[in-house]
């Protein structure tokens, strides 16, 4: 099977930018209207984040909110100056399964065009939040596709009440659509006693034996597979706020915060990371980019 990508000998280092308030299991407790409320503490977990990547030479992709990058400019550019790619992950972290088309097609736009500004960078990528792409939502891709995304990173290939898709190829692979063509870089995954268990990073990672993950990682550098890893700011912040939430939200949410980083030492100190513009070769540029859209046309 030949894969989209052109980096197999190394993984795939993703961040979802995220507020610790904007969690999709908090959507009950925090009303939108509230984010302003709350206060921020985004600079200190990503500045944590590229010192740990910049010792490892490694880079990664940041998916982000559009909510966000407006309010925390010096940011976006301290993550593209760094090397690093910014991706969509939608402006008001709605799940897509909750939109019309229409809706979603006006989220992803306007956050393209406020991260593209502030980055300076062309936006190819999108995460939907919580991983929202299900069944039943694939006209999300057409929609994609034709707001001019080169690839998407939204199916996770498990079976879990809330979001995954068990049917979903668990390796990059191509979508076609009418419109055109997206790569998919679906979340790691691995076999275990005939299931297909998580193995990407987030929760998965302070909750599961560390074992499962190198696992799963090394299962792919044996195939030649670039593994897709994610993990959110909001993790390496044990002092974040805490939210009063139901007990078992509280303990997927809080337990193991203090782990985050030094696990994140070890992952990055064992694989090699890039981003997915460099894996998938993309111009990281809106000069280049622009170039090679008038080649095409």
Request: proline share 8%.
């Amino acid at each position: 099977m030949s894969l989209p990508v052109h980096c197999a000998t190394e993984h795939i280092f993703t961040v979802d930018v995220e507020e610790y308030f904007q969690v999709g299991a908090f959507e009950r407790v925090v009303q939108r209207k509230d984010w302003d409320s709350h206060p921020s503490r985004l600079e200190h977990s990503i500045g944590i984040l590229l010192e740990l990547l910049a010792r490892h030479h490694a880079t990664a992709t940041f998916f982000t909110l559009g909510w966000i990058a407006e309010r925390h400019p010096f940011l976006m550019r301290r993550i593209a100056d760094a090397g690093h790619e910014i991706a969509s992950h939608g402006h008001w972290h709605r799940r897509v399964n909750t939109l019309t088309p229409d809706e979603f097609r006006e989220d992803v736009r306007v956050s393209k065009a406020i991260l593209e500004d502030l980055s300076g960078a062309p936006v190819w990528g999108f995460r939907a939040p919580n991983f929202s792409i299900t069944p039943g939502t694939e006209w999300a891709f057409d929609i994609l596709i034709e707001e001019g995304f080169r690839y998407d990173s939204s199916l996770f290939p498990i079976h879990r009440p809330g979001y995954g898709n068990p049917k979903a190829p668990p390796v990059p692979h191509l979508i076609h659509r009418p419109g055109g063509t997206l790569t998919e870089l679906p979340l790691a995954t691995t076999q275990w006693r005939g299931m297909r268990l998580p193995a990407a990073g987030g929760a998965y990672l302070r909750h599961l034996p560390f074992g499962l993950i190198q696992r799963a990682f090394r299962e792919h550098d044996a195939g030649g597979i670039p593994a897709m890893f994610y993990i959110h700011p909001w993790e390496l912040d044990p002092d974040q706020p805490r939210i009063n939430v139901p007990w078992h939200t509280h303990v997927r949410h809080y337990s193991g915060l203090r782990k985050t980083q030094p696990l994140l030492e070890r992952l990055l100190g064992e694989f090699r990371f890039r981003s997915v513009a460099q894996c998938l070769k993309l111009p990281m540029s809106i000069a280049t980019s622009s170039r090679a859209v008038s080649a095409v046309e």
